[in-house]
């Protein structure tokens, strides 16, 4: 009989455990940046980031303060020591950021559950895969990089060593500069698993206190204008369609005040992302109070939206639901191992055969090919692949080039109005001496008041798509799908 070769895991190489998830999950998320050259993947990438961070120097500090911009001040910091182009800055960065959530990821499941290395790595894996996981690194940076620090600092919970009270608090406010949905998992969730780890009452309300004043503050100015203030608008910039909060969800295009639509969405958006992963959930579930009040809250909060469609409070119920892969990526990759371990030759055909598909549908949403996601409702939420931007990729040089038309031919007094999706290439490559007019996605152009907008400028233009002439438009300039149009009012024809 050979002598079996048993890998003796040390202090000193559990660091590979952590390299593999890092690498793994970067080269992962890095395969649809190098499937669309030169322009980063992504909706909010190029219609939030890259404007943003280009402008940041403009925003008084105490206003950025308020807008929860670690992310794009990160971002800025590095551009501005590089000098690098602020589109493959964000190509860079959405790999690398992906790796590094998965590592502390692992972090987490290692410190807080207690669980092995291999156990650990199998199960960051396992979630990280997954195309729940990849939609929401495809374009939002500012929720992966304050979910890092939340796995961070469930870890650091763990810490037993001195001086752990300051940095639960330095992380809990690194928390809140990143992100408003991760701030308040962290006040719901970290007092309990705190408590399970010895805490007192004390000890927890002098971590958190200084981040939950500085999440007030961020709160401040959504309270009392009822609505979002970010992004800011400006004399150039001019925000068309306020989004009021709390939000009348049935007022979204997608429901045309259909309630029905809405449950249709609710229903197909939770079926699509989970109902494959069920019976391991089922299989893989265990009681633990910080996971018990993750999935709780999230839950609650994707699917309050159902009792008060009209008065819904949390802005968007879809981001809370696609943070659930986390949690439910635990209990999947238990009840794998659950299979693997106690049931014989047949579990591990079917953990096998579930890891297949799964390495399938990840790699196939990240190169392109797609996943079993292919449904017209969802695909109104997330791309059915990684490799697309805010519009198709092919027309992005198409769009470039008519904002560049325009740069070229526009008068004094000139106003580009523009749909959401092209808001950042207008933002980016539209001459600063014209001024831009956005309003959010599959918004009806019916409902924009485009005489009063006529009026305010002497000349308004309208990036949209070549296939359709909108009403009381004309068209001057066209490029592959995309065409600029001229409004001229009643004397269109």
């Known amino acids: 009989m050979k002598p079996r070769i048993k890998f003796q895991i040390t202090q000193r190489s559990s660091w590979l455990f952590y390299l593999t998830a890092f690498l793994s999950s970067t080269m992962l998320r890095a395969i649809p940046e190098f499937s669309l050259p030169k322009y980063p993947v992504g909706y909010d990438t190029v219609v939030y980031y890259a404007p943003e961070i280009l402008q940041l120097s403009a925003v008084p500090p105490l206003e950025l303060l308020s807008k929860a911009p670690l992310l794009y001040v990160l971002l800025w910091l590095v551009r501005e020591a590089t000098r690098i182009d602020v589109y493959l800055m ?74 752990r009270s300051w940095l639960v608090a330095v992380i809990s406010i690194l928390v809140v500069l990143s992100h408003e949905f991760v701030s308040i998992l962290v006040f719901l969730v970290v007092p309990w698993a705190a408590r399970r780890r010895g805490w007192s009452w004390r000890a927890i309300l002098t971590s958190l206190t200084p981040s939950a004043l500085l999440f007030l503050y961020q709160l401040v100015p959504i309270i009392t204008a009822h609505t979002f203030t970010h992004p800011p608008a400006t004399p150039r910039i001019i925000r068309l369609v306020k989004e009021p909060i709390p939000t009348n969800t049935l007022a979204d295009p997608r429901f045309s005040g259909s309630y029905i639509r809405l449950v249709d969405a609710v229903a197909r958006l939770t079926v699509y992302h989970y109902l494959p992963l069920l019976p391991i959930v089922v299989l893989g579930f265990f009681r633990e109070p910080l996971l018990d009040a993750t999935v709780g809250w999230l839950c609650f909060a994707s699917y309050i939206v159902l009792l008060v469609p009209e008065a819904y409070p949390f802005y968007s119920y879809y981001r809370w639901l696609i943070l659930l892969i986390y949690p ?45 996601m292919l449904d017209p409702v969802v695909a109104t939420y997330q791309p059915y692949h990684l490799v697309y931007s805010s519009v198709d990729p092919p027309e992005i040089e198409n769009c470039i080039a008519c904002i560049r038309w325009l740069n070229g031919h526009a008068c004094n007094s000139t106003v580009l109005l523009v749909e959401e999706r092209f808001r950042g290439w207008a933002m980016v490559y539209l001459s600063q001496e014209i001024a831009i007019a956005w309003y959010p996605a599959k918004y009806p152009l019916s409902r924009i008041p485009l005489e009063e907008l006529s009026r305010n ?35 269109a024809t």
Request: aromatic letters at 16%; hydrophobic letters at 45%; proline letters at 2%.
């Open 90 to 163: 964000l190509k860079i960065t959405g790999p690398l950021l992906y790796g590094a959530l998965a590592t502390t990821f692992l972090l987490f499941l290692r410190k807080y559950l207690k669980w092995s290395l291999r156990k650990s790595l199998f199960s960051t894996l396992i979630c990280f895969l997954h195309p729940t996981t990849l939609r929401i690194s495809w374009d939002l940076f500012r929720n992966e990089l304050g979910m890092l620090f939340f796995f961070l600092l469930i870890a650091a919970l763990a810490w037993k060593r001195e001086g």
């Open 328 to 372: 439910l990526s635990v209990y999947v990759s238990n009840g794998l191992t659950r299979l693997i371990k106690h049931k014989g030759r047949y579990g591990k055909v079917a953990a096998g055969t579930f890891i297949a598909l799964l390495l399938l549908n990840g790699l196939g949403y990240a190169s392109g090919v797609g996943c079993y």
């Open 457 to 491: 400028f002497d000349n308004l233009y309208l990036l949209w798509l070549q296939k359709s002439k909108p009403y009381g438009f004309e068209l001057v300039y066209e490029a592959g799908k995309i065409a600029l149009y001229k409004y001229v009012g009643e004397t």
